[in-house]
């Protein structure tokens, strides 16, 4: 384990904003969090000389801690049939059986088929949403899923309350498992015409200006299309670095651009053409109606979209002026990065994805295929190398860790329900839940940097550190032990395969090890936890489980595992 007097951990910032003194030292479990991505996590963008392309792995030399680490990084958790494929096929190959797997299904079908009512509020979706990230085959595409539904937010709290938010977010996120392995150009014209995110974003009642009663355009969704979704704030050079102009970093929009854009998502309402008797409408792209659309001209990014060019083909031209700005590439690139791989990757990492971005080989931009397999065949994805480097990680944020357990111990649900609930409660759950961020900036934001830490002063951003605090860290641990005794209802893991390693300590350990943390825990905290386990009588059934639970709570809190690598 980390020696905690090690670390200088005297700050950081309480759920709320509320600043822990510079003085004071944060509670042990907070600490170890610290500790663990100070010495794993990052110290920010390395700038580096481009290196070669990565070299093609063999699947005779894909070991299987280096299948175990693909895995943590390309899906929602490592199963001894998955290693066994990595391992049969190779890295790319994987990659591709994945890429040609059918979808798991959409969520919408899932709730009708489970006779959830289009009037029953937010009722179903964290059961079709859990059940999909634990259990379905199509892991890659759940991951990516996952990826994108914190990049393009729209939260089931803040879709309309009109009794069918269950309905609206799983149309959402089946527009994104839809695209998750399209095109980023598609998947942001589909998203520009999607009930849900008109709802979230409010522009689904926006309508042109009205000279008579000074009403403009709603902005809500035309400045986070652009802050969140597609540029960002700054000029960025293809590595992610800022493009500086005499020194300064340079804004990649101003009020002007917010306002001329704003004007193309007006008149957008519900395709109601089939009625209202359901919620169907939901998952239908929105139509425009003409006569609330802004017929005049609209200028922003250094481009006009002329007067009375219709409602359709200024959207659609729309998406074309933004796609074609040179940050697209690295500002979505990166964060795909981040969500995958490591919080702080190279500028020269950056770079090669922002460059199969722009072009995937056939002159295609923004192909996510081609992009996913730049981030994860990269050499510092793949390098045993990076294992030592003390600038690569990630911490897992907290429903990848439940879903590598869910994976790697089968979890199943008898009754087909799922009821996991909605685990956002920092104190009682995980401080996080799938499509309940907070707001449209995420649980966390890519840039986010614990204030007056450690992390601050080496240079790091460490996004998932934004949801980790005092009352997150000790929910956490709580959560985890009655997870792994006694399920979510009759969500329930399957650990008849360590039963045979029970009784030995090694045995047990070098299996945990393996499924959930890629082989990577210490010498030092094997041995600590070997220790404990030793003190734990075995040789009856129920021995033998409490050995199991005992150090599958212990390894889920250890530093290796928590800091992905």
Not at 13 to 42: E, I, K, Q
Not at 61 to 70: K, N, Q
Not at 399 to 425: C, E, H, Q, Y
Not at 471 to 479: A, E, F, H, M, Q
Request: aromatic share 8%; proline share 6%; glycine share 10%.
């Amino acid at each position: 384990m980390i020696n905690l007097d090690d670390h200088d951990v005297a700050a950081t910032t309480l759920r709320g904003g509320d600043p822990v003194s510079s003085g004071a030292r944060p509670p042990p479990a907070l600490a170890l969090l610290y500790g663990a991505l100070l010495s794993a996590c990052g110290a920010g963008t390395r700038p580096a000389p481009a290196p070669p392309p990565p070299p093609v792995v063999a699947p005779d030399s894909v070991t299987e801690a280096r299948a175990a680490r693909l895995l943590i990084q390309a899906s929602m958790g490592v199963t001894r049939e998955q290693l066994a494929r990595v391992q049969a096929l190779g890295y790319e190959g994987w990659l591709e059986e994945q890429f040609a797997m059918p979808a798991s299904g959409t969520h919408w079908d899932w709730l009708e088929a489970g006779g959830f009512a289009a009037s029953g509020g937010d009722t179903g979706i964290d059961a079709s949403i859990w059940r999909k990230l634990l259990s379905a085959p199509d892991s890659l595409r759940q991951r990516v899923t996952l990826a994108l539904s914190e990049i393009v937010v729209a939260a089931v709290s803040g879709l309309a309350e009109d009794g069918s938010q269950a309905f609206t977010a799983a149309a959402f996120l089946d527009l994104l498992e839809a695209n998750a392995f399209g095109n980023y150009k598609t998947l942001l014209l589909q998203v520009s015409r999607s009930a849900p995110m008109g709802e979230y974003l409010t522009f689904i009642s926006s309508a042109r200006h009205d000279p008579a009663t000074g009403a403009m355009p709603d902005e809500n969704y035309a400045r986070e299309v652009l802050q969140l979704f597609s540029i960002g704030l700054i000029e960025l050079n293809a590595d992610g670095s800022p493009r500086l102009a005499g020194g300064q970093v340079q804004e990649t929009y101003t009020l002007d651009d917010v306002m001329g854009l704003a004007r193309v998502f007006t008149g957008w309402r519900y395709d109601t053409s089939a009625g209202l008797a359901t919620s169907h409408y939901k998952r239908l792209p929105l139509v425009a109606l003409a006569h609330l659309h802004e017929s005049g001209s609209k200028t922003f990014l250094g481009a006009t979209i002329g007067a009375g060019t219709d409602a359709q083909a200024a959207l659609a031209r729309a998406l074309d002026i933004i796609f074609a700005h040179p940050n697209v590439a690295p500002f979505i690139g990166r964060q795909l990065i981040q969500r995958l791989v490591c919080s702080n990757p190279s500028a020269a990492y950056v770079g090669r994805v922002s460059a199969r971005f722009n072009d995937d080989g056939n002159g295609v931009k923004g192909n996510l295929k081609a992009v996913l397999k730049a981030i994860l065949l990269d050499d510092e994805a793949r390098s045993d190398a990076s294992l030592a480097d003390p600038g690569f990680g990630k911490l897992r944020e907290p429903i990848l860790r439940v879903t590598a357990w869910a994976r790697a111990f089968k979890v199943g649900s008898p009754s087909a329900k799922w009821v996991m609930g909605n685990t956002s409660d920092a104190g009682t759950g995980l401080g996080q839940g799938p499509l309940r961020a907070a707001s449209v900036f995420n649980f966390f934001r890519p840039g986010y940097v614990p204030p007056n830490s450690q992390i601050a002063a080496a240079g790091m951003v460490a996004p998932e550190f934004q949801i980790t605090n005092e009352s997150s860290v000790v929910g956490y641990v709580n959560y985890i032990q009655a997870l792994v005794i006694f399920g979510v209802n009759d969500v329930q893991a399957d650990y008849s395969a360590l039963l045979p390693f029970a009784d030995d300590a090694t045995a047990l350990l070098d299996e945990l090890n393996l499924v959930l943390a890629a082989g990577q825990l210490s010498a030092p905290t094997l041995a600590l936890i070997r220790g404990a386990l030793e003190t734990m009588p075995g040789g009856t059934a129920a021995g033998r489980l409490n050995r199991i639970y005992a150090a599958l709570v212990m390894v889920m809190t250890t530093p290796e595992f928590l800091v992905q690598k």
